[in-house]
């Protein structure tokens, strides 16, 4: 996602345009990305460690971006 100390244009045209189909309670809209990754790890600890790795080193421009992110086990089919 943006910084929030950034300006989101993309989310002010969609929050504009809120309001005109009849939205006008939206007070905020901030557009982002969002990625998905399957992957193994030998336990959580190796999973965070991975994820922030490769969301501080590769996904994420840090000076204009913030991440957050949520780990989901999946068990084998």
Request: aromatic share 6%; glycine share 4%.
């Amino acid at each position: 996602m943006p910084q929030k100390a950034l300006l989101d244009p993309q989310g002010k045209t969609v929050h504009q345009s809120m309001h005109l189909i009849g939205l006008a309670s939206v007070e905020n809209v901030r557009i982002g990305k969002h990625i998905t990754m399957e992957f193994e790890a030998e336990n959580e600890e190796a999973a965070r460690k991975m994820v922030e790795k490769a969301c501080k080193e590769l996904l994420a421009n840090q000076v204009m971006e913030y991440f957050e992110f949520d780990l989901h086990q999946v068990e084998p089919a």
